[in-house]
């Protein structure tokens, strides 16, 4: 399969611990999103990175929040000391970076805080 | 004001009609545009991109009205496969994306 694959799929977890998820882009995109999306909602945009440079991070993504993408391949994005206000859906994405953004998403990490 | 707003619906429609619904955006300058779709529990995906002469690929027909600032989606003979939520995503004029929340279409038999 070559597109967008995060792990896990699924993450259930008690208010405060640490979580982290995977996201593994298409290979040739050099860009790459993280996003959370909430029900009825459309997705919300936390962050980005072209290649290893994170270029843009949301007003949402509190200090709790860390995302990386070392060598500008996989990219994982943690949470700490997690609030059940975190309970969403993180969809990781990935574009080749033209003016068009074409994005092709991952099946997303569905996050549950108890 | 939002800066991309869709009519959450949801649309109910019969089978084999056809269904319209707009998407309006505030950024004037915005460039892109795209229409995706999103079933329930699952990701977004691509359905068509908007280009400014509107566009058609099958049943779909996506318009622009960049003097209203709205963007379109027409779906003909509509299908039971096509109940699902339609995002409407804007890239504006800072290079950001921006999303709407989405319309549920429901499609009865």
């Known amino acids: 399969d070559t597109g967008v694959s995060q792990d896990p799929r699924h993450k259930i977890t008690k208010r405060g611990q640490n979580v982290t998820f995977r996201c593994d882009p298409i290979s040739e995109h050099n860009r790459l999103y993280w996003y959370r999306q909430t029900l009825g909602q459309g997705p919300e945009f936390l962050t980005y990175?072209?290649?290893?440079?994170?270029?843009?991070k949301s007003r949402l993504l509190s200090d709790r929040f860390s995302a990386e993408r070392p060598k500008g391949s996989f990219s994982t994005l943690e949470i700490q000391r997690t609030e059940q206000g975190d309970s969403a859906m993180y969809l990781c994405?990935?574009?080749?970076?033209?003016?068009?953004?074409?994005?092709?998403f991952g099946s997303g990490t569905q996050l549950s805080v108890l | 004001r939002k800066e991309v707003e869709q009519d959450p619906g949801p649309f109910n429609v019969p089978e084999g009609a056809t269904v319209a619904f707009n998407c309006t955006y505030s950024?004037?300058?915005?460039?892109?545009f795209f229409w995706y779709r999103q079933d329930c529990r699952k990701e977004p995906k691509l359905l068509m991109s908007v280009y400014s002469s509107g566009n058609e690929d099958g049943r779909f027909t996506a318009q622009l009205n960049r003097a209203s600032q709205y963007i379109s989606l027409l779906i003909r003979d509509s299908k039971l496969s096509d109940s699902a939520t339609y995002l409407c995503v804007v890239l504006n004029s800072n290079y950001q994306l921006i999303w709407g929340a989405g319309t549920k279409l429901i499609i009865k038999p």
């Open positions: 990175f072209q290649n290893e440079a994170q270029l843009e």
């Open positions: 950024n004037s300058a915005s460039q892109s």
């Open positions: 994405a990935s574009s080749s970076g033209t003016a068009n953004e074409k994005l092709f």
